[in-house]
């Protein structure tokens, strides 16, 4: 079955900035909403922005104004762009489509030091 490949994460000083990929070129990104979202250790999986096919987004409080959720049709990516990164950001990064109908690949990691 698909599954998606996500890229990106790393460790970074609270403030700092990162951008993860996610590669979507085994699927037609063009009939999904596509989303990104994050797990924090012991806590469950957290819907972070999502983006649809026209580019309407949506996105969780803690993230709206500070990340931004794009994608590359051309490079069958999308992007999460997060900035002002704060030490409870720190959690594995996926994407899925809105409905995390698609297998979870085995995302990023995003840690945030204070």
């Known amino acids: 079955q698909v599954q998606l490949e996500e890229s990106g994460g790393g460790l970074v000083q609270a403030g700092g900035s990162l951008r993860l990929a996610c590669d979507t070129s085994?699927?037609?990104?063009?009939?999904?909403?596509m989303a990104w979202y994050r797990q924090a250790p012991g806590k469950q999986r957290e819907l972070v922005a999502s983006i649809t096919t026209y580019g309407s987004t949506i996105y969780a409080d803690f993230a709206r104004g500070r990340f931004t959720i794009s994608t590359d049709n051309a490079k069958n990516t999308v992007y999460l762009q997060m900035n002002s990164l704060k030490p409870e950001d720190t959690a594995v990064y996926y994407c899925?489509?809105?409905?995390?109908?698609?297998?979870w690949g085995q995302g990023t990691q995003v840690t945030v030091s204070s």
């Open positions: 899925n489509t809105d409905r995390g109908d698609l297998n």
């Open positions: 085994r699927i037609f990104v063009r009939l999904n909403t």
